[in-house]
């Protein structure tokens, strides 16, 4: 077995998450209080050799922590001005919450469908059965095209939108026939968000002012 590590100095990159920002939340805190522990008990080690020998599996176990809240806190916190930007940038839309998604088909809960579309959801059950027993629901998805046939009101919506999303879509219940219009847009952390721009069945849009 080799001879244990030095324990290491903090890096410069960890000072950034003891900062205290306004918009961090209750879970960033209480890493930052973890963090804060994981460094006193380094400082010890640092001054005692002798014990940062005996503990070596400590002292590793910690460094790794320190390096670990280090780089959740700053991954919630980019998480936070994503958000933030979604909320400011498509303020009166609403976001559709998928529980899951493949090229094909998205699945929305029923909870967060009635939600978000209740006339929908209370037509659904009137022509499947299969509502009663299942917690989502399915929708067909495909890419806008010039092809499709859609009202003006929403080929207008299309042309507005193209600046603030990244692809157009058009989402269909399974078993029913009005569609909506939907617009995505895939944040810097690689996530996905989807809004409802355009219901078929309602026949209802957001208004061009509530996008800045």
């Known amino acids: ?26 879970l960033i805190r209480g890493w930052q209080d973890e963090l804060r522990d994981a460094e006193e008990k380094l400082d010890v080690y640092r001054t005692d050799a002798s014990l940062a020998r005996t503990f070596d599996a400590d002292v590793r176990h910690t460094e790794k922590t320190l390096a670990t809240l280090s780089q959740r806190i700053a991954a919630r916190r980019a998480t936070i001005a994503e958000d933030t930007w979604a909320k400011e940038t498509f303020a009166g839309l609403w976001e559709i919450p998928v529980a899951s998604r493949d090229r094909s088909f998205v699945s929305i809960t029923k909870e967060d469908l009635s939600r978000i579309a209740p006339r929908l959801a209370a037509e659904i059950p009137k022509k499947s059965q299969l509502w009663v027993d299942w917690t989502v629901w399915n929708f067909r998805r495909r890419a806008v095209r010039r092809a499709n046939a859609m009202p003006a009101e929403a080929l207008r919506r299309v042309r507005a939108s193209l600046a603030h999303f990244d692809r157009l879509e058009v989402w269909q219940a399974v078993g029913m ?25 309602t026949e209802t849009t957001a208004d061009r002012q509530d996008l800045p």
């Open 1 to 26: 077995m080799g001879a244990p590590r030095a324990v290491s100095e903090r890096r410069p990159a960890d000072g950034l998450a003891h900062e205290d920002r306004e918009s961090d939340d209750n």
């Open 177 to 201: 026939a009005d569609p909506w219009l939907v617009g995505g847009v895939r944040l810097p952390s690689r996530r996905e968000r989807f809004y409802l721009l355009y219901d078929w069945g």
